[in-house]
């Protein structure tokens, strides 16, 4: 057996990593540079404006487009808009608590638009069914990155089912 080769080899191996730990140690260290000077943080950062335009900037590169209410009924409003330009007959929703709060089914029965809540298809393949024959799904947001134009859909589960399927979203 080779035992004892073994550990003189083990034994040697931990010596040297020790020397190489006392010679770091041991070194002269070069003084640490100083950081440079930040701006402050208001010329860092864009201002609410800034960022909202930005946004838009760069959700428009990507085919998006934003559109700034001032309130629940203006946001309805704008919502018939693009329904009546798009020609949209057909909507899904999801269910988070953006979307609640509209009162599609009320908004869309007011429009002549069928108005379906994923919370009543509970069957994988009748909600994939319904998504994909739609004419718009409706979600809310639950943030946006002005940087990229990336809109980041809350976290519910079906909200992400959504994104893909039908051929507007809203």
């Given amino acids: 057996m080779n035992c004892g080769k073994a550990s003189a080899g083990m034994a040697h191996n931990a010596i040297g990593k020790r020397q190489n730990f006392y010679g770091l140690k041991s070194a002269q260290r070069e003084p640490v540079q100083p950081r440079p000077v930040m701006p402050p943080l208001s010329e860092m950062s864009l201002n609410r404006e800034a960022m909202i335009e930005r946004f838009s900037n760069e959700l428009a590169a990507q085919a998006g487009v934003l559109r700034r209410t001032s309130g629940m009924s203006d946001l309805k409003r704008i919502l018939s808009e693009i329904s009546m330009a798009e020609g949209i007959k057909s909507v899904i929703t999801s269910n988070d ?32 069914e319904k998504a994909f024959s739609v004419d718009a799904g409706l979600t809310g947001a639950a943030f946006a990155v002005a940087e990229s134009g990336t809109i980041e859909l809350p976290l519910t589960g079906i909200c992400h089912a959504l994104s893909p399927s039908p051929r507007q979203s809203i």
């Avoid at 089914?105 to 069928?114: F, V």
């Fill in 97 to 128: 608590d953006t979307v609640k709060s509209l009162e599609v089914p009320e908004w869309g029965a007011s429009n002549g638009i069928e108005v379906v809540s994923i919370e009543i298809l509970l069957e994988r393949e009748a909600l994939k």
